[in-house]
């Protein structure tokens, strides 16, 4: 199970990602130029979060590693989460 | 010394420790050996909390008398806030996990070093930056805001050495992140055959759950640091109410890093008291793995009541209730730990030795600590005594009584592993017995003070208040002879007390099968498992045990 | 004149919801000591009983017990869900003042406090009141972050420069009674104390009546004569312009004035709020903090924040509420003789 | 035991042990960082949320554009970074290995430019806090769009540290392997490295939309 052994990412996928990831970038552009208000939040987190997940995934070959190494690379964003909800939860409340 | 011991001592061919197998300079100052990082940092973090004691004995000086007769409210705020700052951010928070987690950890878990010396090294330097930076704050007269730096006066108001004590903090956090990072890593990858997680020693369980807290905690407290310094530096309002900011979001970011912190303070030494209880009872834990999950379970809850902290900062009211109830369900699974650690008692064979008496001393003083921490959960009473003596008490007995103690535990448990020879246990006992009152003396009459209404961080007092301040710094003054004792009787025990051999507490953990002290690569041979933790049982019972030295 | 009246421990305190602050830390008490009885107890008992010389029935010692574990945890669950939800439903009484309050407005600043009695009245470091009657405190800071806290009366809330707090209380027995600043604010934050005067109504009648309205009170000494300035409530409106906007007749789209204290308004942003003293002032100071339902954001109105004295802003929070039933018969036709407000300057 | 399968450093067992360690490690660091930067996101969340009408008007300072580019730029070199750790077997590669290096290298430092540029006209424009905020078309809330633009500025120094030290530990391993010593231990640390390019990359995937585009 070294990293010898691992089946490496072929190039034609890295070149495979990368369009994607472009074809994303001008989704956003485009989103942007045609959406506005609260919709247009979500959706360029959306698309952001997309990227993220590719970049990830095919960059950083979390495609092949263990579920502990998922865990910890998604802890960090559930704890900001868990930061966001109980702060949010008082100022959404304030002077109620 | 046992008879056993004495047959075998004649002709030791004199073996090579992770002590005298190199003293070239470089091998000391550069050392990648968790053992000598970790003594490195035992003498640093013991100098740190003399260091953080001082003011204390000023505080109490001071306290004596209602009117501030000994020194100025400007320098009575320097030295509180020193205090505070000294104590929390470079003495407790590191204390255990640096020094006996990082000597102890790779032997406990059976594997050769951690799995990176040189960010261990690192994390050493780091943190011994950090703390210099925050004595250079002092020689530039110190720092006037509590250890809490609450804006907008910390930023804004405050004219004292700010910079360079945050960036001390700052930095220092850091090597909390890098000790962090690597426990993680080495529990998870560098196990020995046979050690499941079943099987983890319940003080390695107690430094992965700190673990976990380090890496999760510590960026937000760096990066609210780091914004604090900028509106520092650039007066430009980022918590400043004048410039558009909120200075409680100042307050949620920094008790979201700052009460789970206080569970880093606290979870070694439930850990070490585990150890403890276990050995000195002659018998398995009760509970295993209730006792594991605890420490997860507190780790994790932990970050969900910061907001106890801001009950009566202008947070939503519901806010409040909603951090109030966790508080409570938090409390939990301490609760299941003193719970398991007494049952553990029963039925024992309990050896008496200062190391089982501190952790005795433990058990009594966290739970009166902790429930004193249930009244400030509740809302209602903490909205009269937030922010007064009562607060002071009631972490000063979880810090001070429940995590020094497991300390200076942890010290006389494995002084022996660590150095290779025993202390001199009738002036352990005796200076045990000298904290445990004088701490008691010291900061029960607190309680009754915050109920009065004596509020925290003032240099005068109403003269009603004056007896049991009295109390207070008589107790303080046992409490510190006390704590040089041990200080005292450690180092000459160096020279003086016999040789310890390789497991005196004939107790069941790893770390005790090898030599004391221990190999350069802690084994001589890399040992395996395949038997439960704390099987007393097969030690036998009525061994002629452990022997008096 | 009264002694200092020195809170002892346990001691009933001396306000309404102190009591119930003091009923709650007792049945707290009960429960810990309870629970340390226990654990001590234990502890001496295995101590002395199994200690290894002792020789003691050591047989069927066991190691784990889930059933054990699990009882025990729901027990002390359900204790905590309790005492969490008893402590928490006091805590609400005290975030929520009663109807009919008596309003005094604190100004905190480092290193003092600074009081407005309902006439207008002023004192520093000292706070007269009726005994039985429920107090509400309107609070700000000029600077850093203080705390309002009268230990007898088990309350404490921090005052927050460019924001205003509440604290309610309702004094039970006459006497005098500490005030302290609990939240650190520097150099000398230990002196930042005062004290109440609890009085009987004649007798907070009569000191009211005692001093003129401009002179402070400074704690201990007596103060002199002064009456309230009703009729100057209307001319601060005037005068600062607030007339443009707030008269029907404007050319300016502004809310109307009359009758909305009390009453519910309804924010832009969804939300409902009661119009009581503390949203006017904000409204005053910070207009854009809350906006009303339908008017533009940002508001068209200026901040006041910065050019109204404590007691031109109190004048102009009165005079709303005065006109609570419509306004008065000249009101409106007062010369609109204010300069508009772009011409404010700017904070 | 053969040559590839022996660990670099004597606590480890053997190299697969050491490679998990490693990238264990280099994820948990990454989750710190996660958090580093989350604790101002939440600050600047919170802030949006009290100022929506002064963030929005703020943020429509900004150019889009040049953001956009950027983005194109970081996203090349997370490619870039990827064929470089895809060439770090084996010896015969190195050449390779070294242009992807300093091909990364070279767009982090476009990346760094531009943004220098950005910051520039920023000022000119009034739009630096402390420096320079005199908005050349001034706010309807100046103090509330001044704190945007402390954040903007914050945020984006904070990645743009992130990407000078990412440089400045690329240059090092290209000189490194373009020494003799390109050796096992070496090609672990690239690995690892190139996760910590591709995580400053994902920060600015965030921090583009919600600076430049939800205004
Ligand atoms: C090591 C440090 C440590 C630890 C472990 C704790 C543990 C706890 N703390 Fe404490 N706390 C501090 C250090 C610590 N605290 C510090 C430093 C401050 C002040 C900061 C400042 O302002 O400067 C503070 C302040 C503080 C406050 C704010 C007070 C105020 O400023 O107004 C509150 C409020 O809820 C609180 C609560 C708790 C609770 C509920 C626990 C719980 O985790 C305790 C759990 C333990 C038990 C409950 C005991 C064991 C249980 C039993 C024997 C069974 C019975 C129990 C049940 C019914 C569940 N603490
Ligand atoms: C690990 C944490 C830790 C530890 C160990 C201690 C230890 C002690 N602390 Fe402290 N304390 C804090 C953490 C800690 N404290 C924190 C976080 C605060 C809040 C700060 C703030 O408000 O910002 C605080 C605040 C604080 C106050 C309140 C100040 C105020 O609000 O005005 C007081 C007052 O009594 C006090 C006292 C003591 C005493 C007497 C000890 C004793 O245990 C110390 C005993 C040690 C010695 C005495 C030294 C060793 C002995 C000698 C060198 C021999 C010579 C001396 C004699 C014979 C007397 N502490
Ligand atoms: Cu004002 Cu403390
Ligand atoms: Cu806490």
Redesign the pocket.
Known sequence: MTHMTHAKTKNSTLVFTLISLFVLLGLTVAANKMEHGALATVIALLIASAKAVIVGLFFMDLRKSTSLTRLFATAGLLWIFIMLVLTMCDYVSRGM | MSELQKTIEPSPPRRLNYINHDWSVASWLWPKDHKRIGVMYLVTITFL??L???P??L??LE?LTPKAHLVTHDI?NRL??M???T??FF??IPSIPTTFGNILLPMMIGARDLAFPKLNLASYYVFLIGAILAMVSLVYGGVDT???FYTPYSTTFSNSAMTPMIFGIFIAGFSSIFTGINFIVTIHTMRCPGMYWSRLPLFVWSLYATSLIFILGTPVLAITLLLLAAEHAFGVGIFNPALGGDPLLYQHLFWFYSHPAVYI?ILPGMGVVSELIATFSRKRIFGYHFVAYSSVAIAILGFLVWGHHMFVSGQSMYAGMVFSVLSFLVAVPSAIKVFNWTLTLYKGSLVLKTPLLYALGFIGLFTIGGLTGLFLAAMGVDVHVHDT?FV?AH??YI??GG??MAYLGAMHYWWPKITGRMYPEGWGVFSAVLVFFG?NL?FFP?FVLGYMGMV????EYDAHFQVLNVL?TAG??I???G??LPLGYFFWSLRWEPKAGPNPWNATGLEWQSPSPPPELNFEVMPTVNGPPYDYDTVALHEEGIKHV | MNLPQIPYFLSHSASVTGERVDFVFGLLIVFATTIIVIVLAMVLFCVTKYHRHRHANREGAIDHSTKLEMFFATVLTVIALTLFAWAADVYADISRPPADTMNIYVVGKQWMWKLHQPNGREEINALHVPVGQAVKLIMTSQDVIHDFYVPAFRVKQDVLPDRYTTMWFTATKTGTYRIHCAQ?CGTDHAAMIGWVYVMTQPDYQKWLDAAPANQPAIAGTPGTVGAPMATQLRSTFNAMGCIACHVPTSSVRAPRLDGIYGQAVKLQNGQTVAADEEYIRESILFPNAKISAGYPQPSLMPSYNGQLSEQQLRDLVDFVKSIRNGWPADATTQPASAEPAKDEPKP | MSEAEMPVSMQFDDAAQEHEAATLGMWTFLATEILFFGGVLMAFTVYRRLYPEAFSQAGHRLYPWIGTANTGVLLFSSFTMALAVHEVEGLARRNRLVRYLILTALLGATFIGVKAIEYYIDYREGLMPHFNFHPVEPFEHPIQSQLFFVFYFFLTMLHATHMIIGIVIMLFYVGRTRRADYAHDLRLKIEMFGLYWHFVDIIWIFLFPILYLIA
Do not use: D, N
């Not at chain 2, 925290?456 to 240099?459: E, I």
């Open positions: 909390f003399f953080g004691s001082m204390a004995i505080i109490r306290l009575y509180f806030t205090h505070g700052v104590m929390v003495f407790l509590g250890w809490t303070m003596y002071i972490f000063h810090m001070v995590a020094m701490f010291t607190q925290r961080r003032v240099a207070s303080a003054s409490l510190g002879v704590y040089l | 650190y």
